[in-house]
């Protein structure tokens, strides 16, 4: 038999609907975000999989200066894989952009088409989807590569560079400034520029593991090394390579994070909905005795009240659910375009993401809120007939000494709901965190540009080929190797002479194994002055241990710095080695082709950039997410404080207190208690977020950002929320006003 009780529930809706309505499309958007993001992070992760045999992704590549020999062919075949000519020239468009263009792909790291359709023509190409985006280019549109013009016939992602890294090496992809391109053979053969001799190679066994694919990846790059060291520029097996890996790396990575916070909030609300639900009991407190003497039992009463909460959070998951599955997804996905050069995806259905954001939240509520039923319950139906809430002995009352009145009012309101304001300290808590990780990207990344200015060694770092000599005034030589520093990282080993013009403030060691770290290295790898780091030779089990000497701000990679001596010493070059020049001009009698690369402000502020275009998005979404929670969590939580108060505010009002009065009684102890939580949780969310933001980094990141918050910020956190109280305080002062002096009279004993 239904339990009767439950005909009192749409009566309940409709009484208090402000409080559901807030509580629902809060639940609603919060599931809303979540299951957009499970649903098309699974959806795309899925498609990321599938690509590796759908558009046979190469296993690995290696670079050499010239042409592959066949009898070097024939030995890394047999280590069991096929090798593949997948040659590609590097122009520099009108823009000063980087496109490297490769011929149409039809066997291995085939393209896919996303807009338009393949090039046909020798003055017609097809795009990165992504590159296109960031440079405002469309299908139709031209570009002019290669010294000549070409028509955009569409826009495509290669499916061995879904993350735009130009080099394994580098800490970030940039998408700007660099990207991929596809055109006909008889296009390319046009292209005046050198070509990059570049093999990829398949394995003839395809269901490999991890492990296997490694060992295999080592034994290619010892018949290369051991056979023409000289000639190898680069072997990246696919396990390594970031163009492929970055992206499904980072795929499902978020997905700790998301559930996380969604859980959190959760919680939170849970405790909402079951301190918001005690005060309904001691509002009802003698109806429910009565029903109690009548004959219902505990369980009949808890469930009753269980019921609305459960039944709004359903309806919040199943509307959250549908807005995130038509919607969500979209949104989600916009973002990952944003950052990666993806395939074409389908929606999957995903179940997963019904059971986490539907079923584990109405659980959690139902726990919560059945616990705090159940306690309360415990009593008897006297107990609420006497409106007696409490089981143990009342305590005495705090002496507040000779304070004015109306504080002594002020604070007894705040030690009446105890409860009630420490939940508000942690919703104000948790949004101060949300809100500072919403709000801090850009000042980082502004930050980040501004060290690249002060540290940058020089306006123009060359990097060569080959040890050749120039005469121009302003430049010097220096040494420069990479090592590894683990799977993830690499620093850059510089030799610079004695009392370098482009270091002058940079102390080197006399020691051979001595070094100066960078900070950001250091900071990244809790490494301290004295200590002893050990880093690896690339394509090697050689190993090198460096004891840090000292420290230099250098924002521009992982670096360590050691004389041109000792740099000859431990790399075994011959006196007076170099491959670089340091200059602020650019140096006009260096011939291209001697120049592997040149490092300028621009290329060391693509992480920056690249981080702002693909997640500035999301953390925008996140401020306005966190003002939202900020918002809701003070507006149920002040609401409830007045709602429990009612009968003495409508004694207040008999006394001759008018309604503005009144409210400044109520609202500024609230105001007090906010403008406190306010301040010590957005002081003290700065070292808190700078925890989450450097393990988060640590483990994700490759490079480091250092972590910054800039003075202004906390103040803002502030007003943010002192201005969005003010706004709930004028929607309580209504509620204030609304309630009529007789409520006093009538629960009166």
């Not at 003497?293 to 998951?317: C, D, K, N, Q, R």
Request: net charge positive; charged share 25%.
């Amino acid at each position: 038999m239904a339990n009767p009780l439950n005909k009192r529930i749409p009566r309940e809706l409709k009484s208090d609907f402000g409080k559901y309505a807030a509580l629902f499309l809060f639940l609603a958007l919060t599931i809303f975000l979540t299951s957009g993001f499970l649903v098309a992070d699974n959806s795309m992760k899925s498609a990321y999989d599938e690509s590796f045999e759908k558009y046979n992704i190469e296993d690995g590549h290696f670079i050499l200066k010239h042409r592959l020999n066949d009898a070097l062919k024939a030995k890394v075949e047999k280590k069991g894989v096929k090798i593949h000519e997948t040659f590609y020239k590097q122009p520099i468009t009108s823009k000063n952009h980087k496109l490297r263009i490769f011929i149409l792909r039809k066997k291995i790291n085939v393209q896919d088409l996303l807009e338009g359709r393949l090039p046909e023509k020798s003055d017609e190409i097809a795009v990165d989807r992504l590159f296109a985006r960031n440079n405002s280019m469309k299908t139709g549109d031209k570009i002019k590569v290669g010294g000549s013009t070409r028509r955009i016939t569409g826009l495509v992602a290669l499916t061995d560079y879904s993350a735009l890294f130009e080099n394994n090496t580098d800490s970030m992809l940039n998408a700007t400034f660099f990207g991929v391109a596809v055109v006909t053979g008889k296009s390319f053969e046009k292209i005046d520029e050198p070509l990059n001799y570049q093999y990829s190679w398949l394995n003839d066994k395809k269901d490999m593991t991890d492990g296997e694919r490694r060992k295999q990846g080592e034994g290619i790059i010892k018949v290369l090394v051991k056979d023409s060291l000289s000639n190898v520029k680069e072997v990246v097996p696919r396990i390594d390579n970031q163009a492929i890996n970055f992206t499904g790396e980072d795929l499902g990575g978020d997905k700790a994070m998301f559930l996380l916070m969604l859980y959190i909030i959760i919680v939170i609300l849970a405790f909402i909905f079951g301190v918001t639900t005690r005060s309904t009991l001691e509002a009802e407190a003698g109806s429910i005795g009565t029903l109690r003497a009548s004959g219902f039992s505990s369980m009949e009463m808890v469930t009753h009240y269980t019921v609305l909460p459960i039944l709004v959070t359903l309806a919040a998951a199943i509307v959250g659910n549908i807005f995130g599955y038509w919607k969500g997804k979209e949104l989600i996905a916009g973002m990952y375009y944003n950052s990666y050069s993806l395939t074409t995806y389908r929606t999957l259905w995903n179940s997963e993401a019904f059971l986490l954001t539907t079923v584990v939240p109405c659980i959690i509520i139902a726990i919560v809120i059945f616990a705090v039923m159940w306690w309360t319950f415990r009593l008897s139906p006297m107990n609420f007939l006497r409106r007696d809430f409490k089981k143990r002995k009342p305590k005495h009352a705090v002496k507040l000494g000779e304070m004015p009145f109306l504080m002594r009012f002020r604070v007894r309101i705040v030690l009446q709901n105890k409860t009630t304001y420490f939940l508000m300290f942690l919703g104000v808590s948790l949004a101060c965190i949300l809100l500072l990780f919403g709000l801090m990207l850009k000042p980082l990344l502004d930050h980040y540009s501004d060290a690249i200015k002060k540290t940058q060694i020089a306006k123009y770092q060359y990097v060569l080929k080959a040890p050749v000599p120039v005469r121009q005034k302003g430049i010097e030589r220096y040494a420069m190797g990479e090592l590894e520093i683990n799977e993830r990282d690499d620093m850059s080993v510089y030799g610079i002479r004695y009392h370098s013009e482009y270091l002058p403030d940079l102390k080197l060691p006399e020691k051979k194994n001595e070094v100066i770290a960078t900070t950001g290295y250091m900071e990244k790898y809790n490494v301290k002055v004295g200590d002893t780091v050990r880093v690896k030779k690339k394509y090697s089990k050689k190993v090198y241990r460096f004891k840090i000497a000292g420290s230099y701000n250098y924002t521009g990679a992982f670096s360590v710095f050691m004389t041109k001596p000792n740099f000859e010493k431990n790399f075994n070059k011959r006196g007076g080695y170099f491959n670089g020049y340091f200059s602020d001009t650019k140096i006009k009698k260096l011939k291209k082709k001697y120049v592997a690369t040149i490092i300028t402000e621009d290329d060391l502020k693509k992480m920056s950039n690249q981080l702002e275009k693909s997640i500035g998005g999301f953390f925008r979404i996140q401020t306005a997410f966190s003002i939202m929670l900020y918002m809701l969590m003070i507006y149920l939580l002040a609401k409830l404080i007045v709602e429990k108060n009612a009968d003495s505010i409508s004694m207040v009002k008999i006394l001759g207190y008018s309604n503005g009065e009144v409210g400044r009684l109520y609202n500024r102890a609230t105001a007090f208690v906010v403008t406190v939580s306010l301040i010590v949780c957005s002081f003290a969310s700065v070292p808190v977020v700078g925890v989450l933001y450097k393990f988060m980094a640590k483990e994700k990141m490759k490079g480091w950002l250092e972590y910054y918050v800039p003075d202004w910020m906390v103040p803002l956190i502030i007003a943010i929320g002192v201005l969005s109280y003010f706004v709930i305080q004028k929607i309580l002062t209504i509620k204030i006003r609304r309630i009529p002096m007789s409520q006093a009279l009538k629960n009166m004993e």
